[in-house]
């Protein structure tokens, strides 16, 4: 996308004022967008991003800046604007660009730029969805689906001699459903998403996804208002995992860790959880929605062991984490576009598998709560502290499950809930979700097995 | 972006098949230092823009955007823009329309001047709203968030009648983030700060407002679980207000996802409150002079003694529903014709504060999840929250470690009370008294 000479201006120029490194981020971003409301189209918007993002090293300062424009005397002029308070005489010189072909390990077959499925059949596939909701209760009032589509090209280049292109492509369907009983008015939502073409639905069946939608709507409907006060909790999996991902996960991105805004910075080997949790990140999983060949800052990805047997093995870390840190790159740097320099992300987080069913689980509490399906949540490093919502959750008597509830949020700090994890279930699952932090908007797969918290402070109305 | 090259991207459309066109353009310029350990650790310069297409071709509307205009790119921008709407419904009420001759120009001495801040001039600000705030107390850790920023932003619009809009305006934020450490206990707080004009960056505010909350708060402890008043910092009630902000939206009424959709001309909150949305309040930085089809924009009366007034409307809403057009449309470059809202006000009751503070509440200084937490549809939330134990007026105690819950809609109806003093938030795009909501449910002890 971008001339290798004038990358190879732009890099030698930025080292002749004195940088220590010097990255160009080019990228090019193909958009869909289709979505379906009051059982017909709704909207459908498509569109083009493209920019350069520039950044220059000094030290362990970063200096970041990007334009639309991909001449080389607009390069040239974001890179003396950068290095303008830093110029100094040049210390080292560029290593030759050497092209890297990466390793393809997320195939996608009918990807944004495959005209072979037609909008048509999308349009269709929408429809499904839509009908199967409304089919399940005349209080399902309204209902919404989406399908969302992603070709992001990218292209790197470096002062060490990196020159590495990718593509990935992203598809992701969104469903809602909205009842209504007069009075009272509920949601349910759910939105798969893969790294893949459009033939990932191949794998969702939209009717089922509608019926479920409308389900977890019409639970609602009716529940309780969730108690209030500490008690113990059953979080079910998939979408479960986000409390890892924000009680935890956040915290052991080196981008809080450098600055030791995160309360784990000191605690490398140390026993930071129950000794059942054992938790990976892993970006190599073929075609997951938070899967990457190679991260935005061209290293190739990998699993990464965060948490064995409770203790603290490793954090995430990106090119300006290990800097800063002295720890091993995790091919963990991620940026929403090229707007953004890159940080310590996470990929797909999850909680390996234990050794319980969900029953067993349950059966061990008299009074507490299931969370069968978790909302969003989020989290300050800095402490810890960490909140998210049930989307769909029950009262738990005697080891049974037990009446519907409403409006259950779970609050904590990370070092908290990690200790008081007591028991694992084996139904590891994943979900896919988009997380946003100093870098933008990344999609990240969420996930774990069921999981037992001994006690958390849940927030309700009644 | 040269008002020319715009022309020329409608005038493709229209060749290219579109009966109608328009088009609305972002673009942006800024400048953001960040401090560590007393060196910059971050230094960002940033040019973009983003051109955004809307084609209606027998009836059918198609859009999309890009963020080049060399002729290749532009030639797709239309093809996919043409391209979308064929699969869109027919829909007549939806049209390009406003007319005007002379170019509309929305930039104004308040919200943008030619000077610019000298690179060194944000430097300094961002090593001292470190070292400053470090002066403070040797509990304080480096502040892993601190910055100042320089941002210069262009709206245009323009359709095939010819008629033009154009508006530039300026802002310089800084904020600072004081976490204090003891050992066992960590207490975070970030202060930001908006300003139209250089000299008026108020670092000093930032230091010591997250100086303030987060050594105040360090000690905090659960309060027993119960009911409590609630009241509101102003940057966390404009975000409560924000949470819930669809039910003023003609378009979410629509296509049924608006709880309000019925409830026009009916009681929706105590008569103590009234909201009007003024996008000329020139104090107000969501200033705007025209809306997302071109339309001068003028102040929009949302509810008035607790009756429902009003939902945002643009040109297709309006007549949908059979109600004037108040000119709050909306359009982005990368999203759709919709309806939304600028600066929110909300009128004085009491004459003065001292019956407001009267008794017991709990003052919310910062939350988690108040997103995340809430249902707009049913209008339950619940999040955890910060804060102070106030009786008559005076912080008695810090809390922390609670959950706030309960249902926005029987919120607005259980004020208990509206105080005298307009505070605006730290955006400056909500300015409201104090609220006292009654009654609701704290989860802690």
Known sequence: MLDKTIASEVIDYALMLGADFCEIFVEKHNSKNLSILNSSVHEIKSGIDFGIGIRLIYGTKVLYGYTNIAHKDELLRITRALAAQDKRDALITATPLNFMKVVEKHQAL?????????????????????????????????????????????????SEGLHV????????????????????????YDAPGALSGWEFTNSINPTQLGEAVSKQALVKLTADDCPAGKMPVVIDNGFGGVIFHEACGHSLETTSVQKKASVFWDKMGEQIAHSAVSAVDDGTINNYWGSINIDDEGMPTQKTQLIKDGKLTSFLVDKVGAMRTGYERTGSGRRQSYKYAPASRM???????????????????????????????????????????????????????????????????????????????????????????????????????????????????? | MEMSQLENIIEVALK???????????????????????????????????????????????????????PETIQILVDQALENAKYSKVEELEKIEVLRSETLDGTKSFNYDESRARPEELIEIALKLESELMKKDKSLKTPPYNGVGEYIDERLYLNHLGTKCVERSKAYSCYTTALVDTGDK?????????????????????????????????LGEPIKTGKYDIVFSPDKLAQFFSVFG?????????????????????????PMLSITDAPLLEKGFSYSIFDGEGNIMS??????????????????????LGHDNNFNATRGPKSTLGVGGTNKMIASVEKDDSSFEKGRYFEIISDQGMYSGADYISGNFSFAASGYLVEDGVRISPVKGVTVSG??????????????EVHANTSATFFSPKIRFKGLTVAGN
């Open chain 1, 165 to 188: 292109t990718d593509e990935r492509n992203y598809s992701r369907v969104m469903a809602n459903a909205i009842a209504t009983n007069g009075t009272e008015q509920s949601t349910g």
């Open chain 2, 186 to 218: 960590q207490s975070m707080h970030v202060q930001s700060s908006v300003v139209r004009k250089f000299d008026q960056i108020d670092y000093q505010s930032c230091i010591e407002n997250s100086y303030l909350h987060a050594n105040g708060l360090l």
């Open chain 2, 16 to 70: 290219s098949g579109a009966d109608q066109a328009d088009i609305v353009v972002d673009s942006g310029e800024s400048l953001q230092v960040k401090a560590e350990d007393q060196k910059i650790s971050s230094y960002e310069v940033s040019s973009t823009n983003i051109v955004g297409l809307r084609v209606i071709k027998d009836g059918k509307v198609g859009s999309s955007y890009c963020e080049t205009t060399d």
């Open chain 1, 347 to 462: 990929r797909n987080t999850y909680i390996e598998a234990g050794n319980y069913s969900l029953d067993e689980i349950i059966q061990t509490i008299d009074n507490g709560i299931y969370c069968k399906k978790m909302g969003g949540g989020s989290v300050t490093p800095a402490t810890g502290e960490f909140n998210f919502s049930a989307q769909e959750s029950y009262i738990i008597k005697n080891g049974k499950i037990d009446r519907p509830l409403k409006g259950a949020t779970l609050i904590g700090t990370g070092a908290g809930v990690l200790q008081k994890i007591s028991m694992v279930g084996k139904n590891l699952e994943m979900a896919a979700g988009m997380c946003g932090s100093v870098s933008g908007s990344i999609p990240t797969s969420v996930g774990q097995p069921a999981v037992k918290v001994d006690e958390i402070l849940v927030g309700g109305k009644a």
């Open chain 1, 110 to 158: 009918q990807g944004l730029s495959n005209t072979a499925v037609q909008t048509e059949e999308k349009i269709q596939y929408l429809l499904k969805i839509d009908k199967a909701a409304r089919a399940q209760s005349e209080q399902i009032s309204q209902v919404s689906a989406g399908l969302l589509q992603r070709l992001q090209n990218i292209e790197i280049f470096n």
């Open chain 2, 299 to 320: 102040d929009t009366e949302l509810i008035k003694n607790g009756e429902l007034k009003n939902f945002y409307h643009n040109s297709y809403t309006a007549k949908k």
């Open chain 2, 246 to 270: 669809a039910v003023f939206s003609a378009k979410a009424a629509i296509n049924g996802m608006n709880p309000f959709k019925d409830k026009l001309s009916t009681q929706v909150a105590t």
């Open chain 2, 407 to 420: 249902n926005f809609y029987e919120a607005l109806k259980e004020i208990s009370n509206i105080g005298s």
